[in-house]
């Protein structure tokens, strides 16, 4: 499976931005596609999941209420919508594919390329 993100760009803080990420093939249902971000320094995190089957979400706390991820099965795509953005959002964001809840960055087997979201004061 290859992964595509798409959507990133500079920012305002306040702002907001659309990333998507698109799947070369139809997923397995068991799966979870989350988003991951890396700063500058930092190691790579989690910011949201959703699986594939049934829609669940996962939030990282300092997210929840400003992001929202989705997904829409009949084309393979994740996105996810960053509303109220502040400069510590900015970083790599990457998509990624991996088992059923899991919010480990090693425990995704498959990665899109990543996408920089710099959100300025």
């Known amino acids: 499976v290859q992964l595509q993100a798409s959507g990133g760009g500079l920012v305002q803080a306040g702002n907001s931005l659309r990333l998507s990420c698109a799947a070369s093939e139809r997923t397995f249902s068991t799966y979870t596609m989350a988003w991951f971000r890396q700063a500058p320094g930092k190691d790579r995190e989690f910011v949201a999941g959703?699986?594939?089957?049934?829609?669940?979400?996962t939030y990282e706390d300092s997210v929840k209420g400003r992001f929202a991820i989705s997904r829409d099965n009949a084309k393979n795509t994740v996105d996810l919508q960053m509303n109220s953005l502040k400069p510590d959002d900015t970083a790599v964001y990457y998509c990624?594919?991996?088992?059923?809840?899991?919010?480990?960055?090693?425990?995704?087997?498959?990665w899109g390329q990543g996408t920089l979201v710099t959100v300025s004061s």
């Open positions: 959703i699986n594939w089957k049934d829609g669940t979400t």
């Open positions: 990624a594919l991996g088992p059923r809840g899991r919010i480990v960055s090693t425990q995704y087997d498959y």
